[in-house]
């Protein structure tokens, strides 16, 4: 069973920075794919980033191009979203991801920009 446990939301001003992390309970080698949505208060899950286990490869949402990075540790099992130049609505309860078909997610951490 794989458990995937984030860490580094809060609350932070626009203009700022936060480093998410998410650690995975199991060789993350064995993971291809990581990556990471989040959820606004009634709003739709929306995929944010992804990163790939074999050279590293990386997707973006429009929203989020240009602001945040995706990055993974296999060496530490563990997958980062550094986001910077947060906006308001960044707002949103973020969620780790991983697995064939994202079939694995994180309980979520949350992320409030004010």
């Known amino acids: 069973h794989v458990k995937l446990v984030e860490s580094g939301g809060g609350l932070v001003q626009a203009g700022g920075s936060l480093n998410l992390s998410c650690a995975a309970t199991v060789n993350s080698n064995n993971l291809n794919c990581m990556g990471w949505f989040r959820q606004a208060p009634g709003k739709e899950r929306e995929g944010v980033a992804s990163?790939?286990?074999?050279?590293?490869?990386?997707a973006y949402a429009d929203s989020v191009k240009g602001r945040f990075i995706t990055s993974r540790d296999n060496t530490m099992n563990t997958a980062y979203l550094q986001m910077d130049s947060l906006k308001p609505e960044d707002t949103a309860v973020y969620y780790c991801v991983a697995g064939v078909g994202y079939n694995y997610w994180g309980q979520g951490t949350q992320v409030t920009v004010s």
């Open positions: 990163i790939t286990r074999i050279h590293g490869g990386t």
